[in-house]
Nanobody, 123 residues
Framework: VQLVESGGGSVQTGGSLRLSCEASKDIRSTNCMGWFRQAPGKEREGVAAVDSDGVTTYADSVKGRFTISKENANNTLYLQMNGLKPEDTAMYYC???????????????????WGQGTQVTVS
């Protein structure tokens, strides 16, 4: 599965962005898809994940502000980001794995497929 992210950019504090991740094949073949981010000098961290049955999970730092969703018809994963803060500045990656998300959803080692990333800058 090839994943291509888009939608990053520069916004002011409190602004919104919607990231997209287009998959090269039917995303129903992947049971877990997630968004990760990595800021300079920091480890990559899990932001949100969605399971094949639509169950979503979020990092505490983004709960209530970010929403993960997917559209099977066009093989696309989304991350709607509202109320952006400077600390949300990072490279954002989407990832996929054939296994269910489970309790490992936030571990980058859980995922088999990765996109190239899209930069989000909040000032």
């Amino acid at each position: 599965v090839q994943l291509v992210e888009s939608g990053g950019g520069s916004v002011q504090t409190g602004g919104s962005l919607r990231l997209s991740c287009e998959a090269s094949k039917d995303i129903r073949s992947t049971n877990c898809m997630g968004w990760f981010r990595q800021a300079p000098g920091k480890e990559r961290e899990g932001v949100a994940a969605v399971d094949s049955d639509g169950v979503t999970t979020y990092a505490d730092s983004v709960k209530g502000r970010f929403t993960i969703s997917k559209e099977n018809a066009n093989n696309t994963l989304y991350l709607q980001m509202n109320g952006l803060k400077p600390e949300d500045t990072a490279m954002y990656y989407c990832a996929a794995v054939s296994s269910r998300c489970g309790s490992s959803w936030y571990r980058d080692t859980w995922y088999d497929y990765w996109g190239q990333g899209t930069q989000v800058t909040v000032s």
